[in-house]
């Protein structure tokens, strides 16, 4: 039997995703920063060929970052509220019985 989530509780649902929200900004942030940067660096160097390459740089640099923060995010969420300990494993038993 599952127990009940931390998360069922909506203040302390509430407060979880308003910490997600904050992270979610703060990496906004940081990762617009390290665009400028990797995009800043291939226009000095002169190593990009074309506007088509800095779009695709910004852009795979951009997601893959936001993506990062998204989903470590969601397991910060979850194991910062408590909500991992609530879930019970239903192979826990058949692994702790003595082969013997």
Known sequence: ???RSPLD???IAAFAWARYK???RAMVLVTLVVVLL???YLYVTGSAPSIHFYIATGLGVGVAMMLTA???GLVFLSNGTG???SISD???DEWRQDPG
């Open 9 to 11: 509780d909506p203040k």
């Open 22 to 24: 904050r992270l979610m």
């Open 90 to 92: 239903p192979t826990d």
């Open 1 to 3: 039997m599952t127990s």
């Open 70 to 72: 998204a989903l470590m």
């Open 38 to 40: 990797v995009l800043g």
């Open 83 to 85: 909500h991992d300990e």
